[in-house]
């Protein structure tokens, strides 16, 4: 038997008592106490530190750390020198919605050690199906936002309907049928044009059990000019003056708020109105003509954030996921001049809001595709050091998507999870690559 064989089913042998005490819960905000069972000694590990790594020794007990030696210890297993990260996060994905690909896509998560998964709409009929999986030692921890939450026929109605109607080659000549259809009303969207739909609609988007809300803003006003009568539907998402009490609603009920933006605008009405966390940049499409942008003509100017609301988002610690895969692509002619300016838009608003003191964690939103991509594509765009991504992947994007939960830190009282890698990705980012042992909660992930 291999070394790395014997190491795993020493693992399972002596966690058991760890991983059963742990049930799963409607939000995945799940319990850290320290519970009676085996104690495991981590000897001959680096551990991460935050900015580097520091040999150590840990313990292990019921799926939490310990950094004093027990009095008892029962086994011991050798890190052999491996460099102890915390497991990454994906604060940004619409994967996991569902059976569909379900097998294949958790695989690449933990392949890649993503343990930490946001999914930011979804149906939420198919989260029901699949939910019980998660949010237990050994498996991943998923939060699922559910429909989106938008006005009648906007975003992201046509990213739902037509399939659920089974058009999958050109909805344009469907477009009557599909403007009528509303297989996915009420569970991969929800259309909230006033105040009375909002209270119509709030105690059915809550008994859905969402672990976050998502909101679409594109382009958003209170009057919106009259959709045309036919063609595909591309409407401006909600009414501004609806989402401070969306917000407000929210909290109340525990939840954060993430929100879809496309211009400076609708960044700023999310700022203002409390939002949490940002599911784009403004001008993470420009000049890819999509919902709603087509108007605001060749000109950044409405893509910029001001210094005024970039210092509010920080402030308020809101949260970033800035889709760079987004903007790398293109197609047309135009495509490679629109990229050049879409990077050096993206450029000056990162450099702004990271000033200010808003946070930037990693999300794919990449349907199929998981955080490896977006990561990969941030290093490309050469925005951030490889030392602040590991940081922004490893801690900053669990910690986002679970506030206040004991995870992403090697201290007394957190969760036992980490990866163990066999060089430091601290000098080599590649080194991520390297993972020899996934451990969550105390339990070998496979
Ligand atoms: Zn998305």
Request: proline content about 6%.
């Amino acid at each position: 038997m291999r070394p790395r064989s014997v190491l795993l089913l020493l693992l399972a042998s002596t966690v058991d008592a760890g991983c059963a005490s742990r049930a799963p819960s409607s939000a995945g905000a799940l319990a850290t106490t320290a519970t009676a069972g085996p104690t495991i000694a981590l000897v001959n590990g680096q551990w991460y530190t935050g900015s580097g790594f520091a040999r150590r020794t840990l313990y292990m007990i019921g799926g939490v750390l310990l950094t004093r030696r027990p009095s008892r210890v029962d086994s011991t297993i050798d890190l052999a020198n491996g460099y102890v990260i915390p497991p990454f996060g994906d604060a940004h994905t619409h994967n996991l919605d569902g059976t569909f690909n379900l097998d294949k896509v958790r695989g690449a998560y933990v392949a890649e050690g993503t343990f930490y998964v946001q999914v930011l709409t979804n149906a939420a009929t198919n989260a029901a199906q699949v939910r019980d999986r998660w949010n237990r030692a050994c498996d991943l921890d998923v939060l699922y936002a559910n429909g989106g939450i938008t006005s009648t026929l906007s975003h992201p109605f046509l990213a739902y309907e037509p399939r659920a109607m089974g058009l999958y080659g050109e909805w344009a000549p469907h477009a009557a049928a599909i403007r009528t259809s509303r297989l996915r009303e009420g569970n991969a969207y929800w259309f909230i044009d006033d105040l009375a739909a909002l209270d119509a609609t709030w105690p059915r988007i809550l008994a859905a059990r969402p672990g976050v809300l998502k909101i679409f803003l594109l382009d958003a006003m209170e009057q919106p000019p009259a959709m045309p009568d036919s063609g595909l539907p591309h409407g401006h998402g909600l009414r501004p003056s609806l989402v401070p009490e969306i917000v407000r609603r929210a909290h109340a009920a525990n939840l954060r708020v993430a929100a879809h933006v496309e211009t400076a605008a609708d960044f700023a009405i999310a700022v203002d109105a409390g939002v949490d966390i940002m599911a784009h940049l403004p001008g993470y499409g420009f000049g890819n003509d999509p919902d709603g942008r087509a108007r605001l003509g060749g000109s950044t100017a409405a893509f910029e954030i001001p210094e005024t609301v970039a210092r509010k988002a920080g402030q308020r610690r809101i949260v970033v996921t800035p889709t760079v895969s987004w903007t790398l692509g293109g197609s047309g002619p135009d495509s490679a001049a629109a990229v050049v300016v879409r990077q050096a838009l993206m450029k000056r608003n990162i450099d702004r809001l990271t000033s200010a003191g808003v946070r930037f964690v990693v999300g794919s939103d990449w349907f199929g595709s998981t955080a490896t991509h977006e990561i990969t594509d941030m290093r490309a765009a050469r925005v951030w050091d490889d030392a602040t991504l590991l940081h922004m992947w490893a801690v900053e994007t669990p910690q986002s998507i679970f506030p206040g939960r004991k995870i992403a830190r090697f201290d007394d009282g957190y969760e036992a999870s980490f990866l163990v890698l066999d060089q430091n990705p601290v000098s080599d980012f590649n080194a991520v690559k390297s993972i020899r042992l996934r451990v969550k909660q105390g339990c070998p992930v496979s």
